[in-house]
């Protein structure tokens, strides 16, 4: 399983606890459904704002998704990109 650790700008805070590192992982096809893949690669706010509830540890509520930096929601949106390129893609633009 591919994953990423974004540190966060702007911490959230969920009650007591704050959240400052969430974990991405590579989705699976059904994770994607209803997101439209043109919308997530050209960082659509409203598709990435779906798709992080769904492939992020700790699981972020959607209003959290919502109230996301802006720079923290760029930071996960560039990290997904990247999940849905090829490994040849990858490999010619030496991506991580």
């Given at each position: 399983?591919?994953?990423?650790?974004?540190?966060?700008?702007?911490p959230?805070?969920?009650?007591?606890?704050?959240?400052?590192?969430?974990?991405?992982?590579?989705?699976?096809?059904?994770?994607?459904r209803?997101?439209?893949?043109?919308?997530?690669?050209?960082?659509?706010?409203?598709?990435?704002?779906?798709?992080?509830?769904?492939?992020?540890?700790?699981?972020?509520?959607?209003?959290?998704?919502?109230?996301?930096?802006?720079?923290?929601?760029?930071?996960?949106?560039?990290?997904?990109?990247?999940?849905?390129?090829?490994?040849?893609?990858?490999?010619?633009?030496?991506i991580?």
């Amino acid at each position: 399983m591919t994953t990423t650790q974004i540190t966060l700008d702007t911490p959230i805070v969920r009650g007591d606890t704050t959240i400052d590192r969430i974990t991405l992982r590579k989705p699976s096809s059904g994770e994607l459904r209803g997101i439209s893949l043109a919308d997530l690669t050209r960082l659509e706010a409203s598709a990435l704002i779906a798709l992080l509830p769904r492939i992020s540890d700790p699981t972020l509520l959607a209003e959290e998704a919502r109230r996301l930096d802006p720079a923290d929601l760029m930071q996960c949106g560039t990290e997904i990109v990247s999940f849905l390129l090829t490994k040849a893609v990858k490999a010619e633009y030496q991506i991580g």
